[in-house]
């Protein structure tokens, strides 16, 4: 997905993906749903990484993961390593 557009049908496949793990539904993915997100993704990755990661995609620095932010990430294809 890296680089191009997405369809309607992709980007609501990826707001699924956001919602599910967005566990207080309030809109935004905090650390702790990251870090559950990335563990489900790939078992082994380190919690350090996954806070390294979690700054990057969180560009406004506000502490959450909005969904255009999501949607940015998960373009890039970062959750594929």
């Known amino acids: 997905m890296s680089g191009q557009s997405l369809t309607e ?3 609501a496949e ?11 539904h309030n809109g ?3 650390l ?3 870090i559950e997100l990335l563990t489900v993704l ?3 990755t380190k919690v350090k990484v996954v806070e390294e990661a979690f700054s ?3 560009e406004n620095a506000d502490g959450h993961i909005d969904f255009d932010e999501f949607l940015t990430w998960w373009q890039q294809g970062w959750w594929e390593y």
Do not use: L
């Not at 707001?15 to 566990?23: A, H, I, Q, T």
């Open 32 to 34: 702790g749903e990251f």
């Open 42 to 44: 790939s078992p082994k």
């Open 28 to 30: 935004m993915i905090d």
């Open 9 to 11: 049908a992709q980007v």
């Open 56 to 58: 990057m995609i969180d």
């Open 14 to 24: 990826v707001r699924k993906e956001f919602d599910f793990f967005d566990n207080d």
